[in-house]
């Protein structure tokens, strides 16, 4: 180890050292020797950035979920009519989680063994809720078909935009991040909006 890289090493880097570390082995599977590994420094430098791995959970999913509840703050998914602000925040949803993948990543594996996992599982189900009763409002309205049920619909929708991080790799040779906004919104919007 260098000294120009401890010295370098800041709590922003570490984290994206350990999301990739926590993606990769589990978050269970990780221990704090791994992560010093893996950052190419000791474990006492890690512990003079954050108090331990739970921590770096915290703030990783954290991120993700910021991410995923500023959109619900966004003009756009605030006023117009359900539909249209379902649709809006739908795109955002996949803008967020392609974004901020490693970070959604974690976030959608978390199983609630820990403190921070309960939480972090807490906080997805008040999101989700919260794009639920979009759909909802979008039904009530008439704007959505109404021989789908509202809560197998937000399921679908959800399953489909959480896939994403199985197969999405932002390399630069396959589909962007508008492409897949579009095409999911498209796929979404084209079997739940009510025709005619």
Do not use: C
Not at 23 to 32: I, L, Q, V
Not at 86 to 111: D, F, H
């Amino acid at each position: 180890m260098t000294t120009a890289r401890r010295d370098t090493y800041t709590p922003d880097t570490l984290l994206s050292v350990a999301v990739r570390v926590f993606n990769e082995r589990g978050y269970d599977g990780t221990s704090m020797e791994h992560l010093s590994k893996a950052a190419g420094i000791s474990k006492s430098s890690i512990y003079h950035h954050v108090t331990g791995k739970e921590e770096l959970l915290r703030r990783a999913v954290s991120r993700a979920l910021d991410g995923l509840f500023g959109i619900l703050d966004e003009e756009h998914a605030r006023e117009g009519r359900a539909v249209e602000r379902l649709e809006y925040v739908t795109r955002r949803m996949v803008e967020v989680l392609t974004a901020e993948l490693p970070y959604v990543t974690l976030l959608l594996r978390v199983r609630g063994n820990t403190d921070t996992e309960r939480w972090a599982l807490d906080r997805r189900r008040e999101f989700d809720h919260e794009v639920a009763a979009l759909l909802k409002a979008a039904a009530a309205d008439g704007d959505v078909r109404a021989d789908v049920e509202v809560r197998l619909a937000t399921r679908l929708v959800f399953g489909m935009i959480n896939s994403i991080v199985e197969w999405y790799r932002p390399d630069g040779r396959g589909m962007g991040e508008r492409e897949v906004a579009d095409a999911v919104v498209l796929m979404v919007f084209g079997g739940l909006r009510r025709q005619g």
